[in-house]
């Protein structure tokens, strides 16, 4: 199952009661997806937090725990969580400390390589820390190339093992969402910003960091985050392979009007994925304020005597006297 950009909220942004309905809509939503759907990998892809590349240690560690708390899954459930801009900043803004506390909070290493069993064969996720793909030579990003190369190396050595899906909270370069596919797409998103011009190291990697990644690690599959919107397309791997990408929308409703999840079924020949949404955050409020009618209108006219009689003849005896 992959979820992405939930936002928890720190001190600076948002009311109180803004962070408290998102979170409980957020915690009955996952919570009711494990229970139906019962994953046994759930993926994070990035800005688990909102306030991560600002906070100071101490509310980070409390958003740490509210993360853990929402997010609770048993014992036999892995959960995996990349890095976003939010969690540790842009690549420009990126601090060692902050990169350090993530990476303590949620062993999340620049590049991991995670390896499931099924059955007779092993499937293979290759996690990265896209901030961390500048492309600029830097430190930081030199030792995420030197890491993402020896995962590379050490899969080449098994004999039999499929191509590994790539993770990653900023999605590979496209130019604009324009093309793509949206047969499942929810009525929300067809805004006329929808088809903004994206901007890469902002938005998507580069162009070069996007081809590299695909040249070097030659993915089967692509998950992605960051926009908050959906969207598929599809890439040109080595040898003219079509290689897929999936944009995972936001799963706040901070965030949009009707968020969602996905979710992958995989063996190593075949793959299912499924894009489910949660209620829509203004259906909700009109269910809600429906209710709230109805019960106003039963209170008042309702029953063997309606309010509005007895409150009728209380004010025929007031004026009498």
């Known amino acids: 199952m992959f979820v992405s950009d939930t936002h928890l909220l720190g001190s600076r942004e948002g009311h109180w009661f803004d962070k408290l309905r998102r979170e409980w809509q957020m915690y009955r939503s996952f919570q009711s997806a494990r229970f139906l759907f019962d994953p046994h990998v759930i993926f994070f892809l990035g800005d688990v937090t909102d306030e991560g590349k600002w906070c100071s240690d101490d509310e980070w560690e409390a958003t740490v725990q509210r993360f853990h708390s929402l997010f609770a899954v048993p014992t036999d459930t892995k959960v995996y969580v990349l ?58 990003c030199m030792r995420a190339e030197k890491e993402l190369n020896e995962i590379v190396q050490d899969l080449k050595q098994v004999r039999t093992w499929t191509r590994p899906i790539l993770l990653s909270h900023f999605p590979l370069y496209r130019p604009s969402d324009e093309n793509c596919t949206q047969y499942i797409q929810s009525s929300s998103s067809f805004t006329s910003s929808r088809f903004t011009l994206l901007k890469e190291r902002y938005d998507v990697l580069s162009q070069e960091a996007s081809q590299h990644l695909l040249e070097t690690i030659q993915p089967r599959l692509i998950f992605t985050g960051h926009t908050h919107d959906f969207c598929y397309t599809r890439h040109i791997g080595t040898n003219g392979r079509i290689i897929p990408e999936w944009t995972v929308p936001s799963f706040s409703w901070r965030n949009r009007d009707d968020p969602s999840l996905m979710l992958l079924s995989i063996t190593t020949n075949n793959e299912r994925v499924s894009h489910c949404y949660l209620p829509r955050e203004s259906t909700v409020f009109w269910s809600y304020g429906i209710g709230i009618f109805l019960l106003i209108c039963y209170i008042l006219f309702g029953g063997r005597r309606p309010f509005y009689l007895i409150a009728f003849c209380f004010l025929r005896r007031q004026i009498r006297f």
Request: glycine residues 6%; proline residues 2%.
């Open 83 to 140: 890095a976003g801009n939010h969690d540790v900043g842009f690549h420009y803004a990126v601090s060692d400390g902050r990169l350090k506390r993530f990476e303590s909070s949620f062993q999340a290493p620049h590049v991991r390589l995670i390896t499931i069993d099924n059955n007779d064969d092993n499937l293979y996720f290759i996690l990265i820390n896209s901030v961390a793909f500048e492309g600029d030579q830097c430190r930081l």
